[in-house]
């Protein structure tokens, strides 16, 4: 902290000066425990609840009629689905990301907002793992894909990625539960001691295990937790690229590239990143939480937003490079055809989106801006839709047989599915932070110590 | 009153900070005590009390390391056994042990494994899930969680007698000074027969 | 408290259905149908049918309460179970092969017996399951079929099935029943006899059938002042008037390819088209064979309007409109010095005289083992021309010979239908009785068959289908189908084939036999009895039983193919010829013509409701479920038209309303009409789809005409085509190269980019599991073989029960057709080369589907098969995804038919695959079962040959070879050895099992340099 400050005595703090624990405490848990919700958080609430009663009505349908409500065909057997389930896998990705990686290098600014990220993990994995089941529109038969013994012995087909995918996507979901709830144990407990109302008590009691914050537990808790971080570390980097192997292992022109697994991971945290800006930024509007998320927090994820985005530049500078040093004249063909067939529209999109607009985040004009911040994040979120979109169904249109290619035609249950499952992430999102506090309660506070330490030190200092 | 309290069973003394440096600063004089029995409560972890109480290096790390390991075996394992020795099958003429394409899933259940043992191993270590705890009906001891820097000393402790330790505790300008009970059933078992007066 | 009276009242009516129910519940077989139709005259009954097809009653303002409806219902689905029930033929029908000592469930036996196109016979060979019709192959012993079949054969068998064929007799539309119609007929026999049938008229398809031929003859001699017409829309007449105008007899030409070594196809779809398809194809192919050695092939010069499949073999080709064939016909006669009566002003490009030329050069070249082949469609004076050219090269004996014609009945059907309008017009025509054929749909614009019908007092329609005509009877009688009853019938060579029930008449049907029996009188005689009565003693053979049974085994009667005659060429045929050629419109250059043509796959509409044949990609175009107005790329530029265009198209100020097809290679100026849509009853999968170009054909121009107008109105949808891009570009995959470059250097004669790079493989030892098994399966197919009939892809649908997935699902790209044909072009626009290639699963040796299937629902079986597991499948589409051929198709939706009657076809050794999971070619894998476990009883080895796919022992040309890759001594091996063999992306490393051979072209010399000015 210290050195932070004498290196760049020019940076806004992490936090604003003067917090008090009590008052702190208040704030958050106030978030919660206000009564009635404000209208706002109602009408989030609400319009998630809608999307998700659309998501119920095409899977319905979907399960009673198969996949061909969607406009799936041979040779685009993948598109919307698929899609949406890379992109929430990436989405995911953040939250781990913020959590885990700042955690370890120490990124004492990450404490405001990890909280919130883990959150919008969880629930993006949960809609991520439904796409996979969706997809087959029988999902009576997803467990085949389980390793379980049976009589028949038989056995998944280990070498397939979409085993890995099961396996990578289980894997990262517990692991993100885990680590979020393990975040959250003193905080529920700090929850328990403040509410008033009786069963809020009981249950925030349950919840918190017991915790009393007797130093020994402490000393595990502070190890079990940086663990959890070095695990989550590896394995956020491993889930995307399994995810981008999906396509790497295939023999299809535009997905047969040894660049996608880094290229993948780069593109989930841009994804990622913007999401959290996506739902920082109104909540800290919202809920008042200047204090805590401060104007640095929105620069630091601007900076990863930018070095992300160009590093998602790079996968399709090289994408585009090795299709053309290859030789192979179907991966120039698929790469021409990108640029100037008929999917050059999501194409340009996607470059304009996720490597351009990314680029005016240089510009401390456009980071203090928050309102133009957001509508980029926002645009970026598209950008990186577009990016997968191009890639599964760009690519199946104009495979190795001419006399097969077809364009992909979606029909209205496709893009009723995609806004489904954003209901689904909305309304848990809402519920989380109705009922869970939004921010980590004691790392702040000791963010707080540190502060008053540091306050006194500078005082003794100026003496 | 107060003798009253002393001659009930009591769980230990509970004391209450209003910084942490004085929570750390009581925690160091105990121990000088010759006190056993201490311990600290904080809403947030003070790494300074641990060294305080004295408290050695967990072992959590060497648990988890060790389950990851095995999980990452158990998982290569399983891809062997089904593949290449239980159904052996032509799958695009792909050699039956083909170990390239088993390291993802063997990575994956390896640091599945791991970070199940972390978080279970933490709380088993810490006695929890716990929801019923003497502490919890010390009044103002809810503020453990807020903003209360806390002190316990248990009854079980040898050095433990009244009213030295009260007066030691007192001593220290705690917040508050507070005899935690045994918990309510043990009063009422109390009243039935009370304990003879030493 | 209202409801009590009113359901009084319906117990009352309750009982005769719930009567009905019981009794069919008790009876079986043929006493069942009798049940019905002592039944049918019960009064309660005939409320419910008038209520069940209201079209047919006058109950139509009547409304239907709840407690009625659930009546019907109920007692439709007692009625419907009917549809379902198959009873053993009544007769006694010999097997084909060795007779087993019972049906054996699971071991299908083979029936011979013949199927008709335009009144011609194809040979056929019929697989039965438990005495249920499920396949049908071809007759090796027929000449019309030769072991092959087309794609009309294939089908048949699901039209037996159709569950939305004709059930039921009605009399003035209301239920009735055989015996009604009978008696009706013999109330009015005396006075019919009486007035010598005066005003009785026969309206037949074309008959080649002898019993029913001698069956009309003895009708008409009992009523001497009837008259018998016949109508065939799709029947060209050219071959017998050129001849009646060459020869002054009425004879019809047949063409031997297999002898002639240049073809010159006159508007001429020979290869594909019409009852004599599958020797011409046979014969053409068979001289073009090209193996390691070959020197030499025939060569096919093709001048056509339209572009069809024999135009994409050609070697040269040359886009012509119709009104410039008959004077390249007399262009050719010039050169060749036959005096074609017409003069010189023939409007011939430079470029088509030089093409001419070389044509009549090469003609020359090759007199006596060369063919002028003239289409059918032509009119006769090109025909005439043609025999004259032919007689002059001195062809005739060899490569074509003139028989006495195999159809009876005047040579003319057109005329012969005209002749029945006008007679209705002069109110001679009382009684009309008419034998399929639906002449209201498909009778000329110009007769208007319908309102005159109205003025005929007795109309009664003999149909398979109620159809459009039906509606227009007061008495409808159903039909047999051809393997429901006993017939005969003569191929496009005269000889005779017994016509054998497979089944007995799954609705109570006739044939035309028995329906003629009654006609003359003598109602209720058995089918067989009718066609024995007329064979007793024409068979040659001293025990007559001996014979007859002979005649059935062999599905063909020991020479009875008609003698070859050879009358002597008119001598004034010159002077005929210019009085025909006078009688030619003038085509100014900007005037649009217009070209009726029969449709590809659903004939003259007859096939419309046939399912596999209207989702069967059309060869050229690859349309489906629809035709359209195909023209030029240069007409439509000159038109400003483009696919998915509605013209209004105009002839003679009648209008219809067609979608544009742009098609390369069709002829400019021109635009060809394909006919047989545009229907409007005859059931849920035909009515709805194309439009009628009978709506605009006029008798005075029946295949082509000038002063045709399009005028673009609106855009349509899309149109259901199965392959949108044509060009492959770089890409290897239909190779075809010349013949003199397979001369010099077969290895490398097509140029493969791949073959320089080596082929790596991180793991050739691969899997290491089924090394050295006996069986191992490979394929090769002959590229420079495939004429692209598409009888494959329809053999494949019938034999692994691939399902139809309607119009809305292909226009998604989603047909679940196993095998599909290929088309690639290469050239220019207007006048590019064709080359198609049958696409089926490669079975690759190292398969991209098998390793990304994440539940092993695709792998290798011990024979090199890539296998399906249907219910380990959980429909991920991922094997699809990565699969380079795109051969796998998915159940998107749940696509297979429930119909219990038309799931009678469903072979019951392929499984009818669910919904949501992924299906493929199998290799027939149920056929090589069947063959190893014979050969297991047998104790031998499989023999080479002894497994034949569907798509192999369905195609006309042989293109297809299938067998034992393991076995060095098996075809497939040799042909994979083939210099000019190859696998499609071998350079993917996937070892496919199929391998092409090249196609090689045999251009006219100095054809190459000269090339259109257009």
């Known amino acids: 902290m210290k050195k932070l400050r004498q290196e760049h005595p020019a940076l806004p703090p992490v936090l604003e000066p003067n917090q008090d624990y009590g008052r702190l405490v208040d704030q958050v848990s106030g978030v919660i425990l206000r009564q009635p919700a404000p209208r706002f958080w109602w009408g989030g609430f609400l319009l998630g609840l809608s999307l998700l009663m659309i998501f119920m009505l095409s899977t319905l349908l ?9 406009g799936l065909q041979v040779p685009v057997a993948w598109a919307f689905d698929i899609t949406n389930f890379v992109w929430w896998v990436g989405i995911g990705h953040a939250g781990t990301l913020i959590s885990a990686i700042l955690l370890l290098v120490k990124q004492d600014w990450r404490n405001s907002i990890n909280r919130l990220a ?5 629930f993006a994995v949960t809609c991520a793992g439904l796409f996979p089941i969706l997809h087959l529109g029988r999902p009576q038969v997803a467990y085949f894909i389980l390793p379980y013994p049976n009589t028949m012995e038989l056995w998944p087909q280990f070498r397939s990625p979409l085993v890995w995918d099961v396996f990578a996507v289980t894997t990262y979901f517990t692991v993100s539960l885990v680590f ?19 069963l809020a008590r009981r249950l925030y009691g349950v919840a918190a295990l017991g915790w009393r914050g007797a130093a020994r537990h402490w000393q595990r808790y502070r190890t079990a937790y940086l663990v959890l971080a070095a695990l989550a570390t590896p394995l956020v980097v491993s889930v995307h690229s399994i995810v981008g192997l999906d396509f790497a292992v295939s023999v299809v022109p535009g997905w047969h590239a040894t660049i996608f697994p880094p290229y993948f991971v780069a593109g989930a945290i841009l994804s990622g990143m913007a999401m959290v800006l996506t739902l920082a930024i109104p909540l800290r509007a919202a809920y008042g939480l200047h204090n805590m998320i401060t104007a640095r927090h929105i620069d630091f994820m601007c900076y990863l937003a930018i070095a992300t985005s160009l590093l998602v530049g790079y996968g399709y500078f090289s ?56 509508v980029i994040s926002l645009v970026i979120n598209v950008g990186m839709w577009l990016e997968r979109f191009v890639i599964i169904a760009g690519s199946l249109s104009r495979g190795y047989t001419p006399s097969i290619w077809l364009n992909f035609r979606p029909t209205i249950w496709d893009f009723a599915t995609m806004l489904g499952s954003m209901g689904i992430f ?21 963010l707080v110590h540190h502060q008053k330490q540091l306050e006194g030190r500078l005082g003794e200092v100026a003496r | 009153m107060e003798q009253g309290l002393d001659n009930v069973r009591s769980w230990g003394l509970l004391a209450e900070f209003a910084e942490p440096e004085q929570l750390i600063a009581a925690v160091r004089r105990v121990r000088a005590e010759g006190y056993t029995q201490v311990e600290a409560y904080s809403p947030f972890s003070i790494v300074e009390v641990e060294p305080a109480l004295g408290l050695p290096p967990t072992r959590l790390r060497y648990a988890v390391a060790a389950a990851g390991f095995a999980g990452a075996g158990l998982g290569y394992f399983m891809q062997w056994f089904a593949l290449v020795y239980q159904y052996p099958l032509n799958i695009g003429d792909k050699p039956l042990h083909s170990w390239p394409a088993f390291l993802p899933i063997t990575f994956e259940v390896g640091i599945l494994f791991a970070a199940l043992t972390a978080a279970f191993g933490m709380l088993a270590r810490n006695g929890l899930p716990r929801v019923h705890h003497p502490l919890f009906a010390a009044p103002h001891f809810e503020r453990a969680t807020i903003d209360g820097f806390f002190l316990s000393i248990e009854a079980n402790d040898p050095r433990y007698k009244m009213p030295d330790t009260r007066t030691l505790l007192e001593s220290l300008g705690p917040r508050s000074l507070t005899l935690v009970r045994e918990e309510f059933e043990d009063v009422a078992h109390a009243t039935v027969a009370p304990e003879p007066r030493p | 408290m209202t409801d009590a009276p009113q359901s009084a009242h319906q117990t009352a009516t309750d009982d005769p259905v719930e009567a009905l129910r019981k009794r069919l519940g008790r009876l079986r077989g043929r006493e069942l149908w009798h049940a019905i139709e002592e039944l049918a005259e019960s009064p309660a009954l005939h409320r419910w049918f008038e209520e069940t097809f209201p079209r047919h009653s006058a109950a139509m303002a009547e409304a239907v309460n709840r407690r009625q409806f659930i009546q019907l219902a109920a007692a439709s689905l007692a009625l419907a179970g009917l549809g379902g029930c198959t009873s053993q033929p009544r007769e006694h029908i010999l097997p084909y092969v060795n007779q087993p000592e019972m049906v054996v469930p699971g071991h299908p036996r083979q029936y011979a017996t013949a199927l008709t196109l335009g009144g011609l016979a194809r040979g056929a060979l019929v697989e039965t399951h438990t005495e249920r019709p499920t396949k049908i192959e071809g007759n090796p012993l027929h000449p019309a079929s030769l072991g092959a079949t087309d794609l009309f054969m294939q089908a048949d068998v699901l039209s037996l099935y159709d569950p939305e064929r004709a059930t039921s007799y009605l009399r003035g539309g209301v239920l009735s029943s055989p015996d009604a119609f009978i008696s009706d007929y013999l109330r009015e ?15 037949t398809g074309a008959i080649s059938s002898p019993t029913l031929t001698t069956q009309i003859q003895r009708w008409l001699d009992i009523f001497p002042a009837a008259r018998w017409h016949w109508h065939e829309p799709a029947h060209g007449t050219g071959g017998r008037l050129g001849a009646q105008l060459a020869f002054g007899r009425d004879l019809q030409p047949v063409f031997h390819t297999d002898a002639a070594e240049v073809i010159v196809a006159l508007d001429a779809d020979f290869l594909t088209h019409g009852p004599a398809m599958i020797p011409q194809a046979r014969g053409f192919i068979d001289r073009r064979r090209m193996r390691a050695g070959t020197t030499t092939m025939n060569r096919l010069h093709a001048i056509e309007s339209n572009y069809t499949a024999t135009g994409a073999m050609a070697d040269e080709r040359l886009p012509l409109r119709p009104a410039r064939i008959p004077a390249a016909a007399r262009y050719l006669a010039d050169r060749l010095g036959v005096a074609s009566g017409g003069g010189d002003d023939d409007g011939l490009t430079p470029f088509q005289r030089r093409w001419l030329d070389r044509a009549a050069a090469d003609l020359r070249a090759h007199a006596g083992r060369s063919l002028l082949l003239a289409g059918e469609y032509q009119p006769a004076a090109v025909h005439a021309l043609a025999y004259a050219i032919n007689q002059q090269l001195g062809n005739f004996g060899t490569t074509i010979t003139m028989i006495p014609p195999p159809l009876t009945g005047t040579p003319d059907p057109h005329a012969s239908l005209a002749e029945l309008a006008e007679a209705i017009d002069a109110g001679e025509v009382d009684t009309l009785i008419m034998l399929g054929g639906n002449p209201v749909y498909s009778a000329p614009a110009d007769l208007d068959l319908g309102n005159r019908l109205l003025k005929v007092r007795q109309r009664v329609y003999w149909s398979l289908y109620h159809d459009e005509t039906a509606s227009y009877a007061n008495w409808f009688l159903p039909a047999a189908h051809e393997l429901e009853g006993w017939s005969d019938a003569r191929a496009f060579d005269g000889s005779a084939t017994i016509v054998q029930p497979l089944i007995a008449p799954l609705y109570n049907g006739w044939t035309p036999h028995e329906l003629l029996a009654i006609l003359a009188g003598e109602p209720r005689v058995p089918g067989q009895e009718l066609i024995r009565r007329h064979w007793s003693g024409r068979l040659d053979g001293e025990d007559p039983e001996e014979a007859w049974r002979r005649a059935l085994h062999d599905g063909i009667i020991a020479n009875s193919a008609s003698h070859p005659e050879m009358p002597p060429m008119a001598t004034d045929l010159p002077r005929r010829l210019f009085e025909a050629w006078a009688r030619e419109q003038p085509a100014a250059p900007e005037t649009l013509e217009i070209i009726f043509r029969p449709d590809p796959t659903i004939w003259d509409g007859r096939y419309a409701n046939n399912g596999w044949l209207q989702e069967c990609p059309k060869p050229m175009t690859r349309l489906t479920w629809s035709n359209a107005a195909l023209i030029a790329p240069a007409t439509a530029d000159r038109l400003g038209l483009a696919n998915r265009d509605i013209v209004e198209l105009e002839l003679d100020g009648r209008v219809v309303e067609a979608p544009i097809w742009v098609l390369a290679g069709h002829a400019p100026d021109c635009v060809t009409v394909h006919l047989g849509y545009g229907r409007r009853l005859g059931g849920r999968v035909g009515a709805g789809h194309g439009f009628s170009a009978y709506e605009i054909r006029a008798t005075s121009n029946l295949w082509q005409a000038i002063g045709a107008r399009l005028r673009r109105i609106k855009t349509g949808p899309p149109l259901a085509a199965a392959q949108y891009q044509i060009q492959q570009g770089e890409r290897e995959f239909a190779l075809q190269g010349n013949l003199e470059n397979f001369r010099d250097d077969p290895e490398h004669f097509i140029h493969l980019h791949h073959a320089e790079e080596p082929v790596t493989d991180l793991y050739p030892e691969g899997a290491g599991l089924f090394k050295n098994e006996p069986l191992s399966w490979g394929m090769s197919i002959d590229l420079t073989a495939c004429v692209g009939c598409n009888a494959c892809v329809v053999a494949c649908v019938a034999e692994n029960n691939v399902p139809v997935v309607g119009e809305r ?18 050239g220019p ?17 190292k398969a991209p589907c098998e390793y990304v299937c994440p539940v092993k629902a695709t792998v290798h079986d011990e024979m090199g098969l890539n296998v399906m597991v249907y219910n380990r499948c959980i429909g991920t589409r991922y094997c699809s995804n990565n699969c380079p051929y795109k051969v796998r198709r998915f159940n998107f939706l749940s696509y297979a038919n429930e119909n219990e009657t038309r799931a009678l076809q469903y072979n019951p050794d392929v499984t009818v695959r669910m919904r949501g999971v992924m299906e493929k070619c199998t290799f027939c894998i149920q056929r090589i079962s069947r063959a190893r476990i014979d050969a297991k009883n047998e104790g031998r080895p499989v023999r080479d040959g002894e497994v034949t796919t569907a798509c192999q022992s369905a195609c006309p040309t042989r293109a297809i070879e299938f067998g034992n890759l393991n076995d060095p001594e098996s075809r497939v091996v040799a042909l994979k050895q083939e210099p000019h063999a190859y696998g499609v992306l071998e350079e993917l490393n996937t070892f496919p099992r199929i391998s092409y051979l090249a196609r090689v072209r045999n251009p006219a010399p100095a054809a190459e340099e000269d090339v259109s000015p257009s």
Do not use: K
């Open chain 3, 809 to 826: 699902e292909v226009v998604r790209g989603r047909e679940m057709h196993w095998l599909r044909i290929d088309h690639y072009i290469e």
């Open chain 1, 118 to 122: 883990e959150a919008m993990t969880v």
């Open chain 3, 189 to 203: 026999w005396d006075a019919l006899r009486a007035n010598g049938g005066a005003g009785l008229r026969l309206l």
């Open chain 3, 829 to 845: 626009a207007d006048h590019p080369a064709t080359i198609f290639q049958p696409m089926l699963c490669q079975h690759c040796e």
């Open chain 1, 62 to 70: 979907l399960f009673g009629r198969g996949v061909g409500i969607w």
């Open chain 1, 319 to 374: 994408e585009a490079f090795f299709a053309w040093y290859s030789g192979s004249g179907y991966e120039r063909f698929m790469m021409a055809d990108r640029i100037m067939g008929d999917y050059a529209w999501a194409y340009w999109g996607l470059i304009l989106f996720n490597v351009l607009a990314p680029q005016t985040f240089w510009l401390a004009g456009v980071r203090r801006a928050l309102p133009l911040v957001w």
């Open chain 1, 180 to 198: 979020w709830y393990v975040g959250m144990i003193p905080d529920l407990a700090t929850m328990r001691d403040r509410s008033r109302n009786r």
């Open chain 1, 426 to 446: 909305i309304t848990g999102m809402f519920l989380f932070i109705r009922l869970l506090p939004l921010v980590t309660i004691h790392e702040v506070s000791e």
